[in-house]
């Protein structure tokens, strides 16, 4: 079953409206959650590495001030989207991997957000 | 640094014949190399991956993975095909040795597999 949950799937709101993305980790503590963008037909772009208990470490050319990270808990990392404009709108992942695990273990991803802005 | 490649964007096959999707990887060291499947409007699947051993690595849904070393590639194949395969197919890459959680994979640009019946 499913290890990592994300929130909503679905989301449609107005530009500059801010936008709440949870990502929870169902059955275990995660220290670290990654989050990627996906544009249409196109590959996973990582936006960031969050880390419990500290700031975010962002990929170049993300704008941390738009996409601000909490990951407050050992099971949840929250991405929000803050004045959400229509290019923003895309496909965002979550990811994370079971604690003790090292890069030889696969990433477990949720189902995704699709954050569409008018 | 380590990259993917994925030199299909598309493959259509007929269902009930054999498919092979492509990857290719460069990374300094020995990989940790990872394939996934995502569906429309949907996560990542793991399917399987390859550490280290055998070069021929079985995974979920029938699907399995040659690794080649001389080659760089990680090509995953099916022997028969089904329209349920149809999907979104990813190949990942890890920097080997063993590193820490912290790292994340860095993927392909996926290929679009069409089974058509």
């Known amino acids: 079953g499913a290890v990592v949950s994300q929130h909503p799937s679905w989301v449609i709101c107005k530009s500059g409206t801010s936008v709440k993305i949870e990502c929870r980790s169902l059955d275990f503590q995660a220290t670290t959650m990654f989050w990627y963008r996906q544009f249409p037909k196109q590959s996973l772009m990582l936006m960031a590495t969050s880390n419990e208990g500290s700031k975010a470490t962002y990929e170049q050319g993300v704008e941390k001030d738009k996409f601000l990270i909490n990951h407050a808990s050992l099971t949840l990392s929250t991405l929000t989207v803050t004045s959400a404009h229509p290019e923003d709108s895309s496909f965002y992942i979550c990811s994370a991997r079971k604690p003790g695990q090292g890069s030889n273990q696969p990433q477990h991803f949720g189902d995704g957000t699709r954050l569409s802005i008018l | ?117």
């Open chain 2, 1 to 117: 640094a380590q990259s993917v490649a994925q030199p299909e964007d598309q493959v259509n096959v007929a269902e009930g014949n054999p498919l092979t999707v492509k990857c290719t990887y460069s990374v300094s060291g020995n990989p940790y190399l990872f394939w996934y499947v995502q569906y429309p409007n949907r996560g990542l699947q793991f399917l399987l991956k390859y550490i280290t051993g055998d070069n021929l690595v079985k995974g979920s849904y029938g699907f399995e993975a040659e690794f080649n070393k001389s080659q760089t590639s990680f090509h995953l194949k099916k022997p028969s095909a089904l329209v349920s395969d149809s999907a979104l197919y990813f190949c990942a890459v890890s920097p080997g040795p063993f590193n820490s959680g912290n790292t994340p994979l860095v993927f392909g640009k996926g290929t679009r597999l069409s089974v058509i019946a």
